[in-house]
Protein backbone atom coordinates (compact mmCIF):
# COMPACT_ATOMS: atom_id res chain seq x y z
CA UNK A 1 0.00 0.00 0.00
CA UNK A 2 1.15 3.74 -0.51
CA UNK A 3 2.35 5.33 2.07
CA UNK A 4 -0.31 8.43 1.33
CA UNK A 5 -2.97 6.19 1.01
CA UNK A 6 -5.97 7.82 2.69
CA UNK A 7 -3.55 10.46 3.66
CA UNK A 8 -4.57 14.02 3.09
CA UNK A 9 -2.36 16.50 1.24
CA UNK A 10 -3.00 20.83 0.52
CA UNK A 11 -1.34 21.32 -2.99
CA UNK A 12 -1.41 25.33 -3.43
CA UNK A 13 -1.29 26.67 -6.54
CA UNK A 14 -2.59 23.48 -8.25
CA UNK A 15 -4.83 24.73 -10.95
CA UNK A 16 -1.77 24.80 -13.33
CA UNK A 17 2.08 23.95 -13.68
CA UNK A 18 3.79 22.64 -11.21
CA UNK A 19 1.13 22.60 -8.88
CA UNK A 20 -1.26 20.51 -11.23
CA UNK A 21 1.33 18.19 -12.04
CA UNK A 22 2.14 17.72 -8.16
CA UNK A 23 -1.59 16.95 -7.85
CA UNK A 24 -2.08 14.42 -10.17
CA UNK A 25 1.03 12.50 -8.44
CA UNK A 26 -0.57 12.40 -5.00
CA UNK A 27 -3.83 11.22 -6.21
CA UNK A 28 -2.12 8.10 -8.05
CA UNK A 29 -0.80 7.57 -4.72
CA UNK A 30 -4.42 7.38 -3.12
CA UNK A 31 -3.80 10.89 -1.06
CA UNK A 32 -6.96 13.02 -0.35
CA UNK A 33 -6.64 16.47 -1.71
CA UNK A 34 -7.21 20.06 -1.16
CA UNK A 35 -6.32 21.57 -4.49
CA UNK A 36 -6.47 25.51 -5.25
CA UNK A 37 -5.97 28.46 -7.62
CA UNK A 38 -7.87 31.32 -8.57
CA UNK A 39 -8.86 30.30 -12.37
CA UNK A 40 -12.00 27.92 -11.76
CA UNK A 41 -11.83 26.59 -15.18
CA UNK A 42 -8.34 24.95 -14.43
CA UNK A 43 -8.93 24.02 -10.97
CA UNK A 44 -11.20 21.73 -12.58
CA UNK A 45 -9.47 20.49 -15.10
CA UNK A 46 -6.79 19.53 -12.55
CA UNK A 47 -9.84 18.01 -10.64
CA UNK A 48 -10.74 16.06 -13.65
CA UNK A 49 -6.90 14.72 -14.40
CA UNK A 50 -6.85 13.65 -10.36
CA UNK A 51 -9.89 11.16 -10.79
CA UNK A 52 -8.37 10.14 -13.85
CA UNK A 53 -5.44 8.79 -12.20
CA UNK A 54 -7.71 7.20 -9.32
CA UNK A 55 -8.94 9.62 -6.76
CA UNK A 56 -12.79 9.19 -5.82
CA UNK A 57 -14.77 12.64 -6.34
CA UNK A 58 -15.04 12.69 -2.29
CA UNK A 59 -11.69 12.27 -1.83
CA UNK A 60 -11.28 16.02 -3.82
CA UNK A 61 -11.65 19.32 -2.22
CA UNK A 62 -11.63 22.51 -4.87
CA UNK A 63 -10.74 25.80 -3.28
CA UNK A 64 -11.21 29.06 -5.28
CA UNK A 65 -9.25 32.26 -3.45
CA UNK A 66 -6.45 34.23 -3.44
CA UNK A 67 -3.19 32.96 -1.87
CA UNK A 68 -2.45 36.12 -0.55
CA UNK A 69 -5.60 36.88 1.38
CA UNK A 70 -5.32 35.84 4.93
CA UNK A 71 -8.59 34.96 5.31
CA UNK A 72 -8.31 32.63 2.05
CA UNK A 73 -5.48 30.82 4.20
CA UNK A 74 -7.56 30.38 6.90
CA UNK A 75 -10.55 28.74 5.00
CA UNK A 76 -8.24 26.69 3.18
CA UNK A 77 -6.30 25.14 6.38
CA UNK A 78 -9.96 25.05 7.78
CA UNK A 79 -12.04 23.30 5.24
CA UNK A 80 -9.26 20.81 4.54
CA UNK A 81 -9.63 19.64 8.20
CA UNK A 82 -13.39 19.82 8.32
CA UNK A 83 -13.98 17.62 5.15
CA UNK A 84 -10.99 14.88 5.28
CA UNK A 85 -10.34 15.02 9.53
CA UNK A 86 -6.87 15.56 9.29
CA UNK A 87 -4.21 17.15 7.84
CA UNK A 88 -0.94 15.31 6.55
CA UNK A 89 1.04 17.27 3.75
CA UNK A 90 0.98 20.74 2.82
CA UNK A 91 2.28 21.51 -0.45
CA UNK A 92 3.27 25.28 -0.54
CA UNK A 93 3.92 25.34 -4.26
CA UNK A 94 1.95 28.73 -5.31
CA UNK A 95 3.65 31.59 -5.96
CA UNK A 96 5.71 33.31 -9.05
CA UNK A 97 7.51 36.78 -10.67
CA UNK A 98 5.53 39.91 -11.57
CA UNK A 99 6.24 40.48 -15.32
CA UNK A 100 4.96 44.13 -14.89
CA UNK A 101 9.03 45.50 -14.81
CA UNK A 102 10.12 42.09 -16.33
CA UNK A 103 14.07 42.62 -17.48
CA UNK A 104 14.26 46.03 -15.25
CA UNK A 105 17.09 46.33 -13.16
CA UNK A 106 16.42 46.28 -9.36
CA UNK A 107 16.95 50.48 -8.93
CA UNK A 108 14.62 51.04 -11.99
CA UNK A 109 11.72 49.31 -9.99
CA UNK A 110 9.27 50.34 -7.91
CA UNK A 111 10.05 49.29 -4.35
CA UNK A 112 6.17 48.76 -3.99
CA UNK A 113 6.96 45.48 -6.06
CA UNK A 114 9.25 43.90 -3.53
CA UNK A 115 6.52 44.18 -1.08
CA UNK A 116 3.77 42.53 -3.44
CA UNK A 117 6.98 39.39 -4.16
CA UNK A 118 7.17 38.76 -0.29
CA UNK A 119 3.65 38.68 -0.17
CA UNK A 120 3.04 36.25 -2.98
CA UNK A 121 6.23 34.13 -2.33
CA UNK A 122 6.87 34.25 1.40
CA UNK A 123 3.75 35.54 3.61
CA UNK A 124 1.11 33.67 2.43
CA UNK A 125 3.55 30.73 2.96
CA UNK A 126 4.47 31.59 6.51
CA UNK A 127 0.78 32.21 7.21
CA UNK A 128 -0.08 28.87 5.92
CA UNK A 129 2.43 26.90 7.47
CA UNK A 130 1.71 28.36 11.04
CA UNK A 131 -1.85 27.20 10.77
CA UNK A 132 -1.36 24.08 9.92
CA UNK A 133 1.25 23.35 12.59
CA UNK A 134 -1.15 22.09 14.95
CA UNK A 135 -2.50 19.70 12.65
CA UNK A 136 0.72 17.95 11.24
CA UNK A 137 1.68 17.85 14.71
CA UNK A 138 -0.84 15.01 15.03
CA UNK A 139 0.32 13.36 11.53
CA UNK A 140 3.94 13.18 11.86
CA UNK A 141 3.48 15.73 8.72
CA UNK A 142 5.32 17.43 6.30
CA UNK A 143 6.03 20.90 4.88
CA UNK A 144 7.69 21.05 1.12
CA UNK A 145 8.00 24.53 -0.19
CA UNK A 146 8.84 25.55 -3.70
CA UNK A 147 11.68 27.79 -4.05
CA UNK A 148 13.69 28.50 -7.07
CA UNK A 149 17.07 28.51 -8.20
CA UNK A 150 16.68 32.09 -8.49
CA UNK A 151 17.15 32.14 -4.81
CA UNK A 152 21.07 31.34 -5.76
CA UNK A 153 21.50 33.41 -8.34
CA UNK A 154 21.96 36.81 -9.12
CA UNK A 155 18.64 37.19 -11.58
CA UNK A 156 18.82 40.57 -12.95
CA UNK A 157 15.62 40.42 -14.96
CA UNK A 158 13.24 39.86 -12.21
CA UNK A 159 15.59 40.58 -8.91
CA UNK A 160 12.52 41.25 -5.96
CA UNK A 161 11.05 37.72 -6.83
CA UNK A 162 14.79 36.39 -6.43
CA UNK A 163 15.34 38.32 -3.44
CA UNK A 164 11.72 36.99 -2.26
CA UNK A 165 12.71 33.44 -2.72
CA UNK A 166 15.92 33.73 -1.40
CA UNK A 167 13.84 34.65 2.27
CA UNK A 168 11.41 31.67 1.50
CA UNK A 169 14.71 28.78 1.68
CA UNK A 170 16.04 30.90 5.12
CA UNK A 171 12.25 30.41 6.11
CA UNK A 172 12.39 26.95 4.89
CA UNK A 173 15.55 25.87 7.47
CA UNK A 174 13.83 28.36 10.21
CA UNK A 175 10.74 26.06 10.22
CA UNK A 176 12.41 23.14 10.13
CA UNK A 177 14.64 23.57 12.79
CA UNK A 178 12.03 24.76 14.76
CA UNK A 179 9.45 22.23 13.88
CA UNK A 180 10.86 18.90 14.24
CA UNK A 181 10.87 19.16 17.75
CA UNK A 182 7.43 18.57 17.19
CA UNK A 183 8.09 15.50 15.10
CA UNK A 184 7.23 17.64 11.59
CA UNK A 185 9.35 17.57 8.52
CA UNK A 186 10.10 20.54 6.24
CA UNK A 187 12.15 21.08 3.06
CA UNK A 188 11.70 23.00 -0.42
CA UNK A 189 12.44 22.17 -3.26
CA UNK A 190 14.16 24.82 -5.95
CA UNK A 191 13.20 24.05 -9.88
CA UNK A 192 15.21 26.02 -12.54
CA UNK A 193 13.56 26.07 -15.82
CA UNK A 194 10.27 24.16 -15.84
CA UNK A 195 8.01 24.25 -19.25
CA UNK A 196 4.50 25.93 -17.43
CA UNK A 197 2.59 28.50 -17.87
CA UNK A 198 4.13 30.83 -15.85
CA UNK A 199 5.27 33.98 -17.77
CA UNK A 200 1.68 34.35 -19.01
CA UNK A 201 -0.10 34.16 -15.14
CA UNK A 202 2.78 37.13 -14.30
CA UNK A 203 1.04 39.00 -17.49
CA UNK A 204 3.65 37.67 -19.87
CA UNK A 205 2.48 36.93 -23.55
CA UNK A 206 2.11 33.47 -24.66
CA UNK A 207 4.98 34.37 -26.97
CA UNK A 208 7.24 35.86 -24.15
CA UNK A 209 7.21 32.06 -22.52
CA UNK A 210 7.67 30.64 -25.61
CA UNK A 211 10.57 32.39 -26.05
CA UNK A 212 11.75 31.81 -22.71
CA UNK A 213 11.55 28.06 -22.83
CA UNK A 214 12.65 27.89 -26.39
CA UNK A 215 16.40 27.13 -26.94
CA UNK A 216 16.58 27.17 -22.81
CA UNK A 217 16.94 23.31 -22.96
CA UNK A 218 19.68 23.03 -25.24
CA UNK A 219 21.45 24.80 -23.39
CA UNK A 220 20.53 22.77 -20.23
CA UNK A 221 23.40 20.05 -18.95
CA UNK A 222 20.26 17.70 -18.79
CA UNK A 223 19.18 18.88 -22.66
CA UNK A 224 15.90 19.47 -21.52
CA UNK A 225 13.87 22.07 -19.21
CA UNK A 226 12.08 20.26 -16.38
CA UNK A 227 8.21 19.22 -16.35
CA UNK A 228 5.78 19.64 -13.45
CA UNK A 229 5.99 16.04 -12.79
CA UNK A 230 9.81 16.18 -12.74
CA UNK A 231 9.59 18.58 -9.65
CA UNK A 232 6.21 16.85 -8.55
CA UNK A 233 8.16 13.59 -8.02
CA UNK A 234 10.53 15.46 -6.05
CA UNK A 235 8.16 17.19 -3.81
CA UNK A 236 6.50 13.23 -3.48
CA UNK A 237 9.72 12.38 -2.22
CA UNK A 238 10.62 15.26 0.64
CA UNK A 239 6.56 14.45 1.22
CA UNK A 240 6.95 10.80 2.09
CA UNK A 241 8.68 10.09 5.79
CA UNK A 242 9.13 6.97 4.43
CA UNK A 243 11.46 7.42 2.11
CA UNK A 244 12.94 10.78 3.18
CA UNK A 245 12.84 10.76 6.51
CA UNK A 246 16.80 11.78 7.34
CA UNK A 247 15.95 15.16 5.20
CA UNK A 248 14.81 18.26 7.77
CA UNK A 249 15.36 21.57 5.89
CA UNK A 250 16.92 20.27 2.91
CA UNK A 251 16.78 22.49 -0.34
CA UNK A 252 17.10 20.86 -3.47
CA UNK A 253 17.79 21.83 -6.50
CA UNK A 254 16.38 20.38 -9.06
CA UNK A 255 17.41 22.29 -12.73
CA UNK A 256 19.06 19.79 -15.25
CA UNK A 257 22.61 20.77 -13.79
CA UNK A 258 21.80 24.53 -14.58
CA UNK A 259 23.36 25.82 -11.01
CA UNK A 260 26.83 23.47 -12.36
CA UNK A 261 27.53 25.42 -15.31
CA UNK A 262 30.83 27.76 -14.90
CA UNK A 263 30.86 31.34 -15.27
CA UNK A 264 34.14 30.95 -16.60
CA UNK A 265 34.01 27.75 -18.89
CA UNK A 266 30.06 27.55 -20.00
CA UNK A 267 30.17 24.91 -22.32
CA UNK A 268 32.48 22.77 -20.69
P1 LIG B 1 2.09 28.52 -13.04
O1 LIG B 1 1.88 29.95 -13.37
O2 LIG B 1 2.04 27.51 -14.12
O3 LIG B 1 1.07 28.10 -11.89
C1 LIG B 1 1.00 28.89 -10.73
C2 LIG B 1 -0.10 28.35 -9.85
O4 LIG B 1 -0.15 29.17 -8.68
C3 LIG B 1 -1.47 28.42 -10.50
O5 LIG B 1 -2.26 27.36 -10.04
C4 LIG B 1 -1.99 29.76 -10.00
O6 LIG B 1 -3.39 29.80 -9.93
C5 LIG B 1 -1.43 29.79 -8.60
N1 LIG B 1 -1.28 31.16 -8.15
C6 LIG B 1 -0.36 32.06 -8.54
N2 LIG B 1 -0.57 33.24 -7.94
C7 LIG B 1 -1.66 33.06 -7.14
C8 LIG B 1 -2.38 33.91 -6.27
N3 LIG B 1 -2.01 35.18 -6.09
N4 LIG B 1 -3.45 33.42 -5.61
C9 LIG B 1 -3.84 32.11 -5.79
N5 LIG B 1 -3.19 31.26 -6.60
C10 LIG B 1 -2.12 31.74 -7.28
O7 LIG B 1 3.49 28.50 -12.26
P2 LIG B 1 4.55 27.32 -12.01
O8 LIG B 1 3.87 26.02 -11.89
O9 LIG B 1 5.63 27.49 -12.98
O10 LIG B 1 5.12 27.80 -10.60
C11 LIG B 1 4.84 27.12 -9.39
C12 LIG B 1 5.92 27.46 -8.39
O11 LIG B 1 7.19 27.07 -8.92
C13 LIG B 1 6.04 28.95 -8.07
O12 LIG B 1 6.28 29.12 -6.70
C14 LIG B 1 7.24 29.40 -8.89
O13 LIG B 1 7.90 30.51 -8.33
C15 LIG B 1 8.10 28.15 -8.83
N6 LIG B 1 9.11 28.00 -9.90
C16 LIG B 1 8.74 27.88 -11.22
C17 LIG B 1 9.72 27.74 -12.20
C18 LIG B 1 9.39 27.59 -13.65
O14 LIG B 1 10.32 27.67 -14.48
N7 LIG B 1 8.15 27.35 -14.04
C19 LIG B 1 11.14 27.73 -11.84
C20 LIG B 1 11.41 27.85 -10.44
C21 LIG B 1 10.42 27.98 -9.52
P3 LIG B 1 -4.32 30.49 -11.07
O15 LIG B 1 -3.65 30.24 -12.39
O16 LIG B 1 -5.61 29.75 -10.94
O17 LIG B 1 -4.41 31.91 -10.70
Given at each position: ?S ?19 T ?5 K ?9 RNA?S?EE???L??K??AK?S??L?L?G??TD ?16 R?DV????AG???M ?18 M??N ?6 L?Q ?8 T??A???V ?6 H??S??P ?9 D??TV??A ?11 S ?6 AT ?5 A????D ?11 S????R??L?D?I ?6 L??R ?17 TL ?7 A
Amino acid sequence: MSFFSGKVVIVTGSSNGIGRGTAVIFAKEGAKLTITGRNAQSLEETKQLCLKAGAKQSDILELIGEITDASFNERLISATVEKFGRLDVLVNNAGGASMTNFGKGIFDIPVDEFDQMMELNVKQVLRLSQLSVPHLEKTNGAIVNVSSIAAFHQQSKMPYYSAAKSALDQITVQMAASLIKKGIRVNSVNPGPVATNVVVAAGGTKDDQDKMFAGMGSSMPLGRVGLPDDIGKIILFLADRSQSEILIGHIVTADGGVTLKSAMFPDA
